[in-house]
Protein backbone atom coordinates (compact mmCIF):
# COMPACT_ATOMS: atom_id res chain seq x y z
CA UNK A 1 0.00 0.00 0.00
CA UNK A 2 1.59 3.24 -0.78
CA UNK A 3 0.85 5.30 2.45
CA UNK A 4 1.44 9.12 1.54
CA UNK A 5 0.10 8.79 -2.16
CA UNK A 6 0.25 12.76 -3.02
CA UNK A 7 3.62 12.87 -1.94
CA UNK A 8 4.73 9.09 -3.41
CA UNK A 9 2.99 9.20 -6.73
CA UNK A 10 3.55 12.84 -7.67
CA UNK A 11 4.64 13.66 -11.03
CA UNK A 12 7.98 14.46 -11.20
CA UNK A 13 7.71 17.75 -12.63
CA UNK A 14 5.55 19.22 -9.53
CA UNK A 15 8.09 17.27 -7.35
CA UNK A 16 10.85 19.08 -8.80
CA UNK A 17 9.27 22.48 -8.35
CA UNK A 18 8.18 21.27 -4.66
CA UNK A 19 11.81 20.62 -4.19
CA UNK A 20 13.10 23.87 -5.66
CA UNK A 21 10.64 25.54 -3.27
CA UNK A 22 11.94 23.69 -0.37
CA UNK A 23 15.62 24.02 -0.84
CA UNK A 24 15.33 27.82 -1.05
CA UNK A 25 13.43 28.15 2.11
CA UNK A 26 16.20 25.94 3.71
CA UNK A 27 19.39 27.52 2.39
CA UNK A 28 17.69 30.90 3.61
CA UNK A 29 17.36 29.31 7.04
CA UNK A 30 20.48 28.25 7.27
CA UNK A 31 22.31 31.24 6.03
CA UNK A 32 20.56 33.25 8.81
CA UNK A 33 20.79 30.57 11.50
CA UNK A 34 24.05 29.16 11.40
CA UNK A 35 26.87 31.36 11.53
CA UNK A 36 29.25 27.71 10.43
CA UNK A 37 26.80 27.36 7.40
CA UNK A 38 26.71 31.36 6.88
CA UNK A 39 30.92 31.27 6.51
CA UNK A 40 31.23 28.76 4.53
CA UNK A 41 28.56 29.62 2.19
CA UNK A 42 30.23 33.20 2.21
CA UNK A 43 33.41 31.77 1.49
CA UNK A 44 32.22 29.91 -1.54
CA UNK A 45 30.65 33.41 -2.68
CA UNK A 46 27.23 32.25 -2.99
CA UNK A 47 23.62 33.83 -0.97
CA UNK A 48 20.83 32.02 -0.83
CA UNK A 49 19.07 34.20 -3.36
CA UNK A 50 21.71 32.73 -5.94
CA UNK A 51 19.65 29.41 -5.67
CA UNK A 52 17.29 29.61 -8.87
CA UNK A 53 17.01 26.43 -10.24
CA UNK A 54 17.63 23.01 -8.88
CA UNK A 55 20.62 22.92 -10.88
CA UNK A 56 22.14 26.03 -9.22
CA UNK A 57 22.68 23.07 -5.79
CA UNK A 58 26.16 21.94 -7.31
CA UNK A 59 27.53 25.51 -6.02
CA UNK A 60 26.63 25.13 -2.38
CA UNK A 61 29.49 23.94 -0.49
CA UNK A 62 29.26 20.25 0.58
CA UNK A 63 28.66 19.68 4.26
CA UNK A 64 31.20 16.04 5.83
CA UNK A 65 31.33 14.57 9.10
CA UNK A 66 34.27 16.84 9.93
CA UNK A 67 32.12 19.45 9.69
CA UNK A 68 29.74 17.97 12.21
CA UNK A 69 32.73 16.77 14.55
CA UNK A 70 33.95 20.78 14.41
CA UNK A 71 30.45 21.70 15.64
CA UNK A 72 30.37 18.83 18.20
CA UNK A 73 27.75 18.50 20.08
CA UNK A 74 25.29 21.03 19.18
CA UNK A 75 27.13 23.69 16.69
CA UNK A 76 24.57 23.39 13.80
CA UNK A 77 21.58 23.17 15.39
CA UNK A 78 19.14 25.92 14.13
CA UNK A 79 16.54 26.13 16.76
CA UNK A 80 17.35 26.81 20.74
CA UNK A 81 17.96 23.86 22.74
CA UNK A 82 14.65 24.43 24.29
CA UNK A 83 12.71 23.07 20.65
CA UNK A 84 14.41 20.23 20.63
CA UNK A 85 12.82 17.36 21.88
CA UNK A 86 15.37 14.31 21.45
CA UNK A 87 19.29 13.81 20.04
CA UNK A 88 20.72 11.10 18.86
CA UNK A 89 24.66 10.38 18.17
CA UNK A 90 26.63 7.75 16.00
CA UNK A 91 28.67 5.20 18.04
CA UNK A 92 31.86 6.97 17.84
CA UNK A 93 33.95 4.26 17.10
CA UNK A 94 35.74 6.08 14.06
CA UNK A 95 36.42 9.38 16.34
CA UNK A 96 34.21 11.79 18.33
CA UNK A 97 30.56 11.08 17.72
CA UNK A 98 28.36 13.14 16.08
CA UNK A 99 25.15 14.57 17.57
CA UNK A 100 21.87 15.03 15.76
CA UNK A 101 18.82 16.96 17.00
CA UNK A 102 14.92 16.59 15.95
CA UNK A 103 12.25 19.28 17.17
CA UNK A 104 8.82 17.82 18.14
CA UNK A 105 8.16 18.78 14.34
CA UNK A 106 11.13 16.35 13.15
CA UNK A 107 10.22 13.67 15.44
CA UNK A 108 6.47 13.35 14.11
CA UNK A 109 8.31 13.97 10.34
CA UNK A 110 10.40 10.88 10.50
CA UNK A 111 7.68 8.70 12.40
CA UNK A 112 5.49 9.17 9.05
CA UNK A 113 8.42 8.66 6.37
CA UNK A 114 9.35 4.91 8.41
CA UNK A 115 5.33 4.45 7.96
CA UNK A 116 5.48 4.91 4.46
CA UNK A 117 8.92 2.88 4.66
CA UNK A 118 6.92 -0.29 6.18
CA UNK A 119 4.03 0.23 4.45
CA UNK A 120 6.16 -0.14 1.01
CA UNK A 121 7.65 -3.18 2.51
CA UNK A 122 4.27 -4.50 3.08
CA UNK A 123 3.80 -3.82 5.90
CA UNK A 124 0.07 -2.76 7.60
CA UNK A 125 -1.42 -1.73 10.64
CA UNK A 126 -2.45 -5.59 11.29
CA UNK A 127 1.35 -6.78 11.63
CA UNK A 128 3.57 -7.14 14.85
CA UNK A 129 6.51 -5.74 14.41
CA UNK A 130 9.52 -7.61 15.51
CA UNK A 131 12.19 -4.27 16.33
CA UNK A 132 15.56 -6.26 16.83
CA UNK A 133 17.22 -2.64 15.97
CA UNK A 134 18.60 -1.35 18.74
CA UNK A 135 17.67 1.02 21.10
CA UNK A 136 19.17 4.28 22.28
CA UNK A 137 21.77 6.59 20.78
CA UNK A 138 21.43 4.77 17.32
CA UNK A 139 18.56 5.75 15.69
CA UNK A 140 17.70 2.38 14.10
CA UNK A 141 15.45 1.15 16.99
CA UNK A 142 13.14 4.45 18.26
CA UNK A 143 12.97 5.82 14.64
CA UNK A 144 11.90 2.09 13.44
CA UNK A 145 9.64 2.30 16.69
CA UNK A 146 7.69 5.53 15.88
CA UNK A 147 7.15 4.16 12.47
CA UNK A 148 5.82 0.98 13.19
CA UNK A 149 3.24 2.84 15.89
CA UNK A 150 2.01 5.83 12.97
CA UNK A 151 1.10 2.74 10.94
CA UNK A 152 -0.83 1.59 13.66
CA UNK A 153 0.68 -1.74 14.08
CA UNK A 154 1.66 -3.13 17.16
CA UNK A 155 5.50 -2.57 18.26
CA UNK A 156 7.45 -5.57 19.81
CA UNK A 157 9.97 -3.20 21.38
CA UNK A 158 12.49 -6.13 21.82
CA UNK A 159 16.09 -3.95 20.84
CA UNK A 160 19.42 -6.17 19.98
CA UNK A 161 20.44 -8.98 21.73
CA UNK A 162 18.94 -12.06 23.85
CA UNK A 163 18.60 -13.99 20.28
CA UNK A 164 17.03 -16.95 21.91
CA UNK A 165 14.72 -15.13 23.78
CA UNK A 166 13.95 -13.23 20.85
CA UNK A 167 13.07 -16.73 19.07
CA UNK A 168 10.69 -17.47 22.33
CA UNK A 169 8.87 -14.02 21.62
CA UNK A 170 8.53 -14.12 17.72
CA UNK A 171 6.87 -17.94 18.09
CA UNK A 172 4.87 -17.30 20.90
CA UNK A 173 3.72 -13.26 20.03
CA UNK A 174 3.74 -14.39 16.23
CA UNK A 175 5.96 -11.72 15.05
CA UNK A 176 4.82 -11.21 11.39
CA UNK A 177 7.61 -8.50 10.28
CA UNK A 178 10.87 -8.50 11.52
CA UNK A 179 13.59 -5.25 11.67
CA UNK A 180 17.27 -5.79 12.40
CA UNK A 181 20.52 -5.57 10.77
CA UNK A 182 21.32 -8.50 8.05
CA UNK A 183 23.67 -9.59 10.21
CA UNK A 184 22.08 -10.19 12.88
CA UNK A 185 18.74 -11.52 10.98
CA UNK A 186 21.37 -14.55 10.40
CA UNK A 187 22.55 -14.73 13.97
CA UNK A 188 18.73 -15.16 14.80
CA UNK A 189 18.19 -17.60 11.71
CA UNK A 190 21.07 -19.79 13.19
CA UNK A 191 20.04 -19.77 16.73
CA UNK A 192 16.66 -21.25 15.25
CA UNK A 193 18.21 -24.03 13.83
CA UNK A 194 20.19 -24.56 16.90
CA UNK A 195 16.50 -24.31 19.48
CA UNK A 196 14.62 -26.53 16.36
CA UNK A 197 12.75 -24.00 15.05
CA UNK A 198 11.96 -24.06 11.82
CA UNK A 199 11.13 -20.77 10.11
CA UNK A 200 8.89 -21.74 8.26
CA UNK A 201 6.39 -22.42 11.34
CA UNK A 202 6.90 -19.41 12.06
CA UNK A 203 4.15 -16.47 11.04
CA UNK A 204 7.29 -14.07 9.69
CA UNK A 205 6.10 -12.77 6.03
CA UNK A 206 8.93 -10.10 5.30
CA UNK A 207 12.52 -8.79 6.91
CA UNK A 208 12.95 -5.28 6.77
CA UNK A 209 17.48 -5.58 6.62
CA UNK A 210 19.55 -1.76 6.89
CA UNK A 211 22.07 0.12 8.89
CA UNK A 212 25.16 -2.28 6.63
CA UNK A 213 25.76 -2.46 3.17
CA UNK A 214 23.98 -6.35 2.10
CA UNK A 215 24.36 -7.94 -1.25
CA UNK A 216 21.77 -9.79 -3.64
CA UNK A 217 23.38 -13.35 -2.58
CA UNK A 218 22.57 -12.01 1.22
CA UNK A 219 19.01 -11.35 0.12
CA UNK A 220 18.80 -15.29 -1.37
CA UNK A 221 20.50 -16.36 1.67
CA UNK A 222 18.25 -14.42 4.07
CA UNK A 223 15.00 -15.11 2.54
CA UNK A 224 15.94 -19.14 2.26
CA UNK A 225 17.00 -19.36 6.19
CA UNK A 226 13.87 -17.53 7.70
CA UNK A 227 11.21 -17.70 4.80
CA UNK A 228 9.99 -13.95 4.22
CA UNK A 229 10.80 -11.73 1.33
CA UNK A 230 14.03 -9.39 2.08
CA UNK A 231 13.40 -5.24 2.42
CA UNK A 232 16.64 -3.26 2.04
CA UNK A 233 15.84 -0.08 3.83
CA UNK A 234 18.44 2.75 4.07
CA UNK A 235 18.78 5.83 6.27
CA UNK A 236 22.17 7.35 8.26
CA UNK A 237 21.17 9.72 11.47
CA UNK A 238 22.77 12.65 9.92
CA UNK A 239 20.18 12.58 7.43
CA UNK A 240 17.06 11.43 9.94
CA UNK A 241 18.04 7.94 10.51
CA UNK A 242 16.08 4.95 9.18
CA UNK A 243 13.33 6.14 6.67
CA UNK A 244 15.57 7.87 4.24
CA UNK A 245 14.93 5.25 1.03
CA UNK A 246 13.20 1.34 0.56
CA UNK A 247 12.63 -0.81 -1.51
CA UNK A 248 9.23 -2.32 -2.53
CA UNK A 249 7.59 -5.18 -1.73
CA UNK A 250 5.95 -5.18 -5.36
CA UNK A 251 9.76 -5.06 -7.13
CA UNK A 252 12.33 -5.46 -4.70
CA UNK A 253 14.96 -3.88 -7.26
CA UNK A 254 16.30 -0.14 -5.76
CA UNK A 255 15.32 1.87 -3.12
CA UNK A 256 12.51 4.55 -3.39
CA UNK A 257 14.18 7.96 -1.90
CA UNK A 258 11.58 9.68 -0.23
CA UNK A 259 12.90 12.68 -2.45
CA UNK A 260 10.07 15.35 -1.18
CA UNK A 261 12.18 15.53 1.68
CA UNK A 262 15.65 14.48 0.68
CA UNK A 263 17.43 15.34 -2.53
CA UNK A 264 19.89 13.41 -3.48
CA UNK A 265 22.93 13.61 -5.69
CA UNK A 266 25.63 11.37 -6.88
CA UNK A 267 29.43 13.09 -7.58
CA UNK A 268 32.47 11.62 -8.26
CA UNK A 269 34.38 10.28 -5.61
CA UNK A 270 37.48 12.36 -6.02
CA UNK A 271 36.36 15.29 -8.02
CA UNK A 272 33.14 15.59 -6.42
CA UNK A 273 31.53 17.24 -10.02
CA UNK A 274 27.62 15.76 -10.26
CA UNK A 275 27.23 12.48 -12.19
CA UNK A 276 23.99 12.00 -14.30
CA UNK A 277 21.73 9.18 -14.15
CA UNK A 278 22.39 5.72 -13.78
CA UNK A 279 26.27 6.90 -12.69
CA UNK A 280 28.08 5.38 -9.90
CA UNK A 281 29.65 7.51 -7.54
CA UNK A 282 29.31 9.00 -3.90
CA UNK A 283 26.08 9.47 -3.05
CA UNK A 284 25.20 13.13 -1.52
CA UNK A 285 21.69 13.75 0.69
CA UNK A 286 20.11 17.64 1.11
CA UNK A 287 17.68 17.62 3.79
CA UNK A 288 14.41 20.02 2.51
CA UNK A 289 12.10 19.40 5.66
CA UNK A 290 13.79 18.70 9.02
CA UNK A 291 13.87 21.79 11.20
CA UNK A 292 16.56 21.14 13.88
CA UNK A 293 19.58 20.09 12.18
CA UNK A 294 19.27 20.39 8.80
CA UNK A 295 22.41 19.68 6.35
CA UNK A 296 23.27 21.02 2.83
CA UNK A 297 25.17 18.69 0.64
CA UNK A 298 25.70 15.83 3.29
CA UNK A 299 28.58 13.45 1.76
CA UNK A 300 27.70 9.61 2.77
CA UNK A 301 30.54 8.41 2.01
CA UNK A 302 27.98 5.32 0.42
CA UNK A 303 28.79 3.99 -2.85
CA UNK A 304 26.04 3.74 -5.34
CA UNK A 305 23.57 5.48 -8.23
CA UNK A 306 20.33 6.72 -9.34
CA UNK A 307 18.32 5.11 -11.61
CA UNK A 308 15.03 6.88 -13.04
CA UNK A 309 13.12 4.52 -14.66
CA UNK A 310 9.24 3.84 -14.12
CA UNK A 311 8.21 1.51 -11.18
CA UNK A 312 5.50 -1.15 -11.24
CA UNK A 313 4.49 0.19 -8.03
CA UNK A 314 3.24 3.54 -8.65
CA UNK A 315 6.19 5.70 -6.84
CA UNK A 316 7.41 8.20 -9.11
CA UNK A 317 10.58 8.46 -7.02
CA UNK A 318 14.09 8.08 -8.71
CA UNK A 319 15.48 4.70 -7.12
CA UNK A 320 18.80 3.71 -5.78
CA UNK A 321 19.85 0.07 -6.59
CA UNK A 322 21.72 -1.55 -3.22
CA UNK A 323 24.70 0.42 -1.74
CA UNK A 324 27.75 -1.19 -3.17
CA UNK A 325 30.16 0.02 -0.40
CA UNK A 326 31.54 2.92 1.52
CA UNK A 327 33.89 4.70 0.62
CA UNK A 328 35.20 4.09 4.30
CA UNK A 329 35.12 0.31 3.95
CA UNK A 330 36.58 0.64 0.83
CA UNK A 331 40.12 -1.73 1.55
CA UNK A 332 43.35 -0.80 -0.31
CA UNK A 333 45.37 -4.01 -0.47
CA UNK A 334 48.51 -3.93 -2.68
CA UNK A 335 46.87 -1.12 -4.48
CA UNK A 336 43.47 -2.90 -5.12
CA UNK A 337 40.25 -1.34 -4.21
CA UNK A 338 38.32 -3.83 -2.35
CA UNK A 339 35.04 -3.57 -1.09
CA UNK A 340 33.57 -6.51 1.59
CA UNK A 341 30.63 -6.56 -0.15
CA UNK A 342 32.51 -8.20 -3.12
CA UNK A 343 33.79 -11.03 -1.21
CA UNK A 344 30.26 -11.63 0.37
CA UNK A 345 29.18 -11.98 -3.18
CA UNK A 346 31.78 -14.38 -3.88
CA UNK A 347 31.02 -16.61 -0.71
CA UNK A 348 27.20 -16.60 -0.84
CA UNK A 349 27.53 -18.04 -4.80
CA UNK A 350 29.79 -21.01 -2.87
CA UNK A 351 28.04 -24.26 -1.82
CA UNK A 352 28.88 -25.64 1.49
CA UNK A 353 29.66 -21.56 2.85
CA UNK A 354 28.20 -20.62 5.72
CA UNK A 355 27.27 -16.74 5.42
CA UNK A 356 29.53 -15.82 8.45
CA UNK A 357 33.03 -14.30 7.65
CA UNK A 358 35.32 -12.09 8.27
CA UNK A 359 37.97 -10.02 6.46
CA UNK A 360 41.78 -9.84 8.37
CA UNK A 361 44.16 -7.53 6.78
CA UNK A 362 47.90 -7.19 8.02
CA UNK A 363 51.28 -6.17 7.04
CA UNK A 364 54.51 -7.27 6.94
CA UNK A 365 56.89 -5.28 6.35
CA UNK A 366 55.69 -3.75 3.11
CA UNK A 367 53.43 -6.06 2.30
CA UNK A 368 49.86 -6.20 2.57
CA UNK A 369 47.72 -9.69 3.19
CA UNK A 370 44.56 -10.24 3.33
CA UNK A 371 43.16 -13.49 4.80
CA UNK A 372 39.31 -14.53 4.65
CA UNK A 373 38.24 -16.54 7.60
CA UNK A 374 34.91 -18.12 6.43
CA UNK A 375 32.63 -20.68 8.00
CA UNK A 376 31.89 -24.01 6.52
CA UNK A 377 28.66 -26.30 7.10
CA UNK A 378 28.61 -28.90 9.57
CA UNK A 379 28.88 -31.67 6.75
CA UNK A 380 31.84 -30.23 4.75
CA UNK A 381 33.21 -29.63 7.90
CA UNK A 382 33.55 -33.11 8.80
CA UNK A 383 34.15 -34.07 5.21
CA UNK A 384 38.16 -35.30 4.75
CA UNK A 385 40.70 -32.99 4.32
CA UNK A 386 40.96 -32.92 0.63
CA UNK A 387 37.69 -31.84 -0.23
CA UNK A 388 38.17 -28.53 2.60
CA UNK A 389 41.20 -28.06 0.63
CA UNK A 390 39.45 -28.06 -2.91
CA UNK A 391 36.60 -25.87 -1.47
CA UNK A 392 39.74 -23.27 0.06
CA UNK A 393 41.34 -23.38 -3.48
CA UNK A 394 37.90 -22.45 -5.27
CA UNK A 395 37.19 -19.44 -3.38
CA UNK A 396 40.36 -18.41 -3.34
CA UNK A 397 40.35 -18.05 -7.13
CA UNK A 398 37.30 -16.63 -7.11
CA UNK A 399 38.19 -14.09 -5.15
CA UNK A 400 41.08 -13.76 -7.24
CA UNK A 401 38.77 -13.43 -10.62
CA UNK A 402 36.62 -10.72 -8.87
CA UNK A 403 38.96 -8.10 -7.46
CA UNK A 404 42.45 -8.89 -8.54
CA UNK A 405 44.10 -9.47 -5.42
CA UNK A 406 44.52 -12.69 -3.65
CA UNK A 407 43.76 -13.84 -0.72
CA UNK A 408 44.23 -16.19 1.85
CA UNK A 409 41.47 -18.54 2.44
CA UNK A 410 40.70 -19.95 6.25
CA UNK A 411 37.96 -22.56 6.42
CA UNK A 412 36.51 -22.88 9.67
CA UNK A 413 34.56 -24.63 11.80
CA UNK A 414 30.73 -23.61 12.09
CA UNK A 415 29.55 -21.28 15.18
CA UNK A 416 33.51 -19.69 15.53
CA UNK A 417 33.13 -16.35 13.83
CA UNK A 418 31.81 -14.12 16.20
CA UNK A 419 28.06 -13.73 16.21
CA UNK A 420 26.48 -9.62 15.24
CA UNK A 421 24.11 -8.41 17.83
CA UNK A 422 24.08 -5.05 15.82
CA UNK A 423 26.18 -3.96 13.01
CA UNK A 424 28.74 -6.77 11.78
CA UNK A 425 32.22 -6.56 12.31
CA UNK A 426 33.48 -7.51 8.92
CA UNK A 427 36.72 -6.44 8.60
CA UNK A 428 40.31 -6.41 10.92
CA UNK A 429 42.37 -3.94 9.63
CA UNK A 430 46.02 -4.67 11.93
CA UNK A 431 47.69 -2.42 9.71
CA UNK A 432 47.17 0.82 11.50
CA UNK A 433 47.29 -0.93 15.00
ZN1 LIG B 1 8.47 0.46 -6.53
Known sequence: MIWDEEFETMPREALRALQLKRLQKLVARVYEKVPYYRGKMDEAGINPEDIQRLDDLKFLPFTTKEDLRKNYPFGLFTVPMEEVVRVHASSG????????????????????????????????????????????????????????????????????????????????????VLLST????????????????????????????????????????????????????????????????????????????????????????????????????????????????????????????????PCSCGRTSVRMPKVTGRTDDMLIIRGVNVFPSQIEHVLMNVKGVEPHYQIIVDRH???????????????????????????SRQIQAEIKDLIGSSAKVTLVEPKTIKRSEGKAQRVIDKRNI
Not at 375 to 390: A, P, Q, R, T
Open 93 to 176: TTGQPTVVGYTKGDVKLWAGLMARSLSAAGAHSKDLIHNAYGYGLFTGGLGAHYGAEELGATVIPISGGQTKRQITIMRDFGST
Open 182 to 309: PSYALNLAGAMVDAGVDPADLSLKVGIFGAEPWSENMREELEKKLQLKAIDIYGLSEIIGPGVAIECIEEQKGLHIFEDHFLPEIVDENSFEPKAIGESGELVFTTLTKTAFPVIRYRTKDIAQLIDT
Open 365 to 391: GSMDSMEVQVEVSESIFSDEIKSLENL
